[in-house]
């Protein structure tokens, strides 16, 4: 099943024709952006993708994975491309991800087995922690098995971070900016909380992006290593947060504002050319994954 907001139907319309190559009985639902509350799928969306084997969901919205669970509960396997542009779908379907897939797999099976990492760069960052009770995600972008969850543009190897995070930690990008920060950013960390913000304008910019997010704004809650050898910077976002080699730090996290129709997304820095080691050996050299 394609699923898809009325005004990306050109591009879904080219998926769903290749669905029917591989099952005949391939359906096509559009959905119209103004059926749904605020950035919630309609509720016959979320019931539609529940009755499916396969589906593809698109849309220019972002997407809270808990609108999926009644698909998943099912056994469905679901592939979401969310905040969607006829561009972004064009970049992320040509792509191979199994390729993505092997790189990443790789990272999160060294992160499950070591106990402390350590990030530098040129830019001066240096900032040490544990990950022995970090939850590991690999986002490869495939969906293979029942109840899998794939999001596109995908490669992502992350941590889940606890209050475990010191050190200090400059941002040369910050992910769905088009250019690069005119003057890097200093993070000054301890046990996980952004202490210190240090930088011309575009630090004040991040300090007031930050207070949107209330008392929690400036916990570091996530650590992602890009493995997407496609995409490059300035595009979007998402695509910006897996560039290859690339490593982002998120603060702040996703929450619907009381405005309808808007949320309000976690905020990642992007240290361009790392270098990561894991228990004392370099996985990452400058931005070049040795895996």
Same mark, same amino acid.
């Given at each position: 099943?394609?699923?898809?907001?009325?005004?990306?139907?050109?591009?879904?319309?080219?998926?769903?024709? %290749?669905?029917?190559?591989?099952?005949?009985? #391939?359906?096509? @639902?559009? *959905?119209?952006? &103004?059926?749904?509350?605020?950035?919630? !799928?309609?509720?016959?969306?979320?019931?539609?993708?529940?009755?499916?084997?396969?589906?593809?969901?698109?849309?220019?919205?972002?997407?809270?994975?808990?609108?999926?669970?009644?698909?998943?509960?099912?056994?469905?396997?679901?592939?979401?491309?969310?905040?969607?542009?006829?561009?972004?779908?064009?970049?992320?379907?040509?792509?191979?991800?199994?390729?993505?897939?092997?790189?990443?797999?790789?990272?999160?099976?060294?992160?499950?087995?070591?106990?402390?990492?350590?990030?530098?760069?040129?830019?001066?960052?240096?900032?040490?922690?544990?990950?022995?009770?970090?939850?590991?995600? %690999?986002?490869?972008?495939?969906?293979?098995? #029942?109840?899998? @969850?794939? *999001?596109?543009? &995908?490669?992502?190897?992350?941590?889940? !971070?606890?209050?475990?995070?010191?050190?200090?930690?400059?941002?040369?990008?910050?992910?769905?900016?088009?250019?690069?920060?005119?003057?890097?950013?200093?993070?000054?960390?301890?046990?996980?909380?952004?202490?210190?913000?240090?930088?011309?304008?575009?630090?004040?910019?991040?300090?007031?992006?930050?207070?949107?997010?209330?008392?929690?704004?400036?916990?570091?809650?996530?650590?992602?290593?890009?493995?997407?050898?496609?995409?490059?910077?300035?595009?979007?976002?998402?695509?910006?947060?897996?560039?290859?080699?690339?490593?982002?730090?998120?603060?702040?996290?996703?929450?619907?504002?009381?405005?309808?129709?808007?949320?309000?997304? #976690?905020?990642?820095?992007?240290?361009?050319?790392?270098?990561?080691?894991?228990?004392?050996?370099?996985?990452?050299?400058?931005?070049?994954?040795?895996?």
């Amino acid at each position: 099943m394609v699923v898809v907001e009325e005004t990306l139907s050109e591009q879904a319309e080219i998926i769903w024709r %290749a669905a029917r190559r591989i099952c005949k009985n #391939a359906v096509f @639902l559009k *959905f119209s952006n &103004a059926s749904a509350n605020g950035c919630h !799928l309609p509720v016959q969306v979320e019931a539609a993708l529940a009755c499916s084997h396969c589906g593809i969901l698109l849309t220019t919205t972002c997407v809270e994975e808990k609108q999926l669970n009644a698909a998943r509960q099912k056994d469905s396997r679901v592939l979401v491309v969310q905040n969607a542009t006829q561009a972004l779908l064009e970049r992320a379907f040509d792509t191979n991800y199994r390729k993505i897939s092997n790189i990443t797999r790789k990272l999160v099976d060294l992160f499950s087995i070591s106990k402390t990492l350590q990030i530098t760069s040129a830019s001066g960052t240096d900032v040490r922690l544990s990950i022995q009770r970090c939850k590991r995600v %690999a986002q490869t972008g495939l969906a293979h098995a #029942a109840c899998d @969850l794939a *999001f596109l543009p &995908a490669g992502e190897a992350s941590l889940l !971070l606890r209050s475990n995070v010191d050190g200090q930690i400059v941002l040369d990008r910050i992910a769905g900016q088009r250019k690069k920060l005119s003057k890097p950013i200093h993070l000054k960390v301890s046990k996980g909380h952004i202490t210190q913000i240090k930088g011309e304008s575009e630090a004040e910019a991040l300090r007031k992006q930050l207070r949107k997010f209330g008392k929690h704004a400036r916990e570091i809650r996530e650590l992602g290593v890009g493995t997407n050898h496609e995409v490059t910077f300035g595009n979007s976002a998402q695509e910006d947060e897996k560039v290859l080699g690339s490593i982002h730090i998120s603060f702040g996290e996703n929450h619907i504002t009381q405005a309808k129709g808007r949320i309000l997304q #976690a905020v990642k820095g992007v240290v361009l050319k790392p270098t990561l080691s894991i228990d004392g050996k370099v996985i990452i050299d400058r931005g070049t994954i040795l895996v």
